[in-house]
């Protein structure tokens, strides 16, 4: 029997030359945001950034015509810009969409969204009355091997989830000395929201129950973050259970196991380089073939969904309202991992950072 045909590939644009985006924060990821948009042919008409040497670097690489500004807000002063993609870091991130919103831009916000559900709600509420999208780059969800999970379970190929199992063992020490490395949960939010949000997604219209999580350092660690963290998201009727390894693994791994009533979703290989995933069903077990990277088809995918809702005026299925479900499991998970006790999912904020 052939395989069953999973619809994970990220869709672009239909009507590219429409666009005219926006970039507000040209640091080191700002790089994945452009090669999506020159992919498509979607034209970038101004970058900004507090160190203009940083956009005019950007400019240089991607869009030699578009222009350069120091203060976002004159970005946002101009009539022909479409939307915006705002990639700076979290803590600053929320005042520049609220100025894009009142600017009246469409905007698609890098992740982790906000650092406290309360700030969410009211940029979700703001755009509302704006009537603008806002969604969030969540880019994980189209890395082929989320994303074929995603289409296993959006095509009804694994029937009810039962348990979602996902663990990485990895060197992220590249980080030391860097200002990441003053976020106390640099691995179990700043990375794992991703894994947060693929958790979500799988059991979508699942209320979890609680989140139970650890954070702790390695012997003789020499960075501030705990690097070795793990979290257990219950359901009630399912499970869904992350770990992370970050400190100096020399073997990369990556693992994933989807299991429900109706079949088993299986992938493992190097860190992001899950090259094939097995489906087993009663029908039988097929072993599929993955196209792509996550660097750099998740940011393509990202905003390409994010410009086909624009296109067709409907909400994102990145959407912030929704994404504020996948925070409200990293932040349980951060609270729990400090107190040591589960929470249940509905904390306001972060806590410590």
């Avoid at 940011?299 to 086909?308: D, H, P, S, V, Y």
Wanted: positive net charge; contains cysteine; hydrophobic residues 40%.
């Amino acid at each position: 029997m052939r395989p069953p045909k999973l619809d994970y590939l990220p869709r672009g644009p239909r009507f590219p030359k429409r666009h005219k985006l926006g970039l507000i924060g040209c640091g080191g990821i700002s790089r994945y945001h452009l090669e999506a948009a020159k992919s498509y042919g979607v034209e970038v008409v101004a970058l900004a950034d507090v160190n203009p040497a940083a956009a005019e670097k950007r400019r240089d690489e991607f869009y030699p015509q578009a222009a350069v500004y120091a203060d976002h807000r004159e970005l946002l002063a101009r009539g022909d810009i479409t939307a915006v993609e705002i990639a700076t870091h979290t803590p600053v991130r929320a005042p520049q969409i609220e100025d894009a919103l009142k600017a009246g831009k469409h905007v698609l916000s890098q992740k982790p969204f906000v650092f406290d559900l309360a700030t969410g709600r009211r940029l979700v509420a703001l755009a509302a009355r704006k009537k603008l999208r806002l969604a969030v780059n969540q880019n994980g969800r189209y890395a082929p091997q989320f994303a074929a999970l995603l289409a296993a379970v959006r095509q009804g190929l694994l029937g009810e989830i039962y348990t979602l199992d996902m663990v990485m063992a990895w060197d992220h020490t590249w980080c030391r000395g860097m200002p990441y490395e003053d976020q106390h949960h640099l691995i179990l939010c700043d990375f794992a929201i991703h894994w947060f949000d693929a958790a979500t997604c799988v059991f979508a219209g699942r209320k979890p129950r609680s989140v139970f999580a650890n954070a702790v350092r390695a012997p003789r660690q020499d960075m501030k973050p705990p690097m070795l963290t793990n979290a257990v998201v219950n359901y009630g009727d399912g499970l869904a259970t992350l770990g992370f390894s970050a400190y100096e693994s020399l073997a990369p791994l990556e693992f994933l196991c989807c299991v429900g009533s109706k079949g088993t979703l299986r992938g493992i290989g190097n860190v992001n380089r899950i090259t094939e995933v097995e489906l087993t069903t009663k029908k039988g077990a097929w072993k599929m073939p993955l196209q792509g990277n996550w660097f750099p088809d998740g940011f393509r995918g990202a905003l390409g969904e994010f410009l086909r809702s624009l296109e067709e005026n409907r909400e994102s299925t990145l959407n912030a309202r929704d994404n504020l479900r996948s925070l409200e499991l990293c932040f349980a998970a951060l609270a729990s991992a400090d107190t040591g006790q589960p929470v249940k999912p509905g904390r306001a904020h972060m806590g410590r950072q």
